[in-house]
């Protein structure tokens, strides 16, 4: 009989045991796998921030690509532009020595032809439009207003 209780109890005490380690085991897996949850959500989380981040740089990234290029073009337009304003100068230039150079004699006395101030009247005209227009507007024509040579 006394084998009998030891075995018995031996038995209630293997049970208990296994009964604590069960559930020991369990809390701890259980508290360890929700804990991983947690860090798991919490990267998922920053993932998509950081996905979202990316998304956004690159659509600003598109954003600027457009707008460098728009400043390009610009920049084009502007460098046409000044060259044509740098033509029309020479040709103006051009036009007022010819004049000057054909009166060279009666200057003498400041008198000058009545078509050399014309021009000088045209040009400022046409300088002023220029200020007032801005450099890319389309310039008047010099040689219209020019007598014919």
């Keep these: 009989m006394k084998a ?8 209630a ?9 069960w559930t ?10 929700y804990a991983q949850g947690i860090k ?4 998922q989380q920053q993932a998509k921030a950081n996905a979202q981040a ?3 740089i690159g659509q600003m990234l598109e954003s600027h690509k457009s707008l460098v290029a728009a400043a390009g073009q ?7 532009a000044l060259a044509q304003r740098a033509a029309h100068d020479a040709q103006t230039t051009k036009e ?5 150079a054909s009166t060279a004699a009666s200057r003498a006395g400041c008198v000058f032809p009545a078509d050399v101030m014309r021009q000088l009247s045209e040009a400022r005209d046409r300088a002023a439009q220029a200020a007032t227009s801005g450099v890319r507007s389309a310039l008047p024509d010099a040689s219209a207003d020019s007598p014919k040579r």
């Design 4 to 11: 009998t209780l030891i075995l018995i109890a031996c038995a």
């Design 13 to 21: 005490l293997i049970a208990v045991g296994g009964a604590l380690g």
């Design 24 to 33: 020991f085991g369990h809390a701890t897996g259980y508290d360890s796998g």
């Design 40 to 43: 798991d959500g919490k990267a």
């Design 54 to 56: 990316l998304a956004d």
């Design 74 to 80: 610009a920049s084009k337009a502007m460098r046409a």
């Design 96 to 100: 007022f020595q010819h004049a000057l």
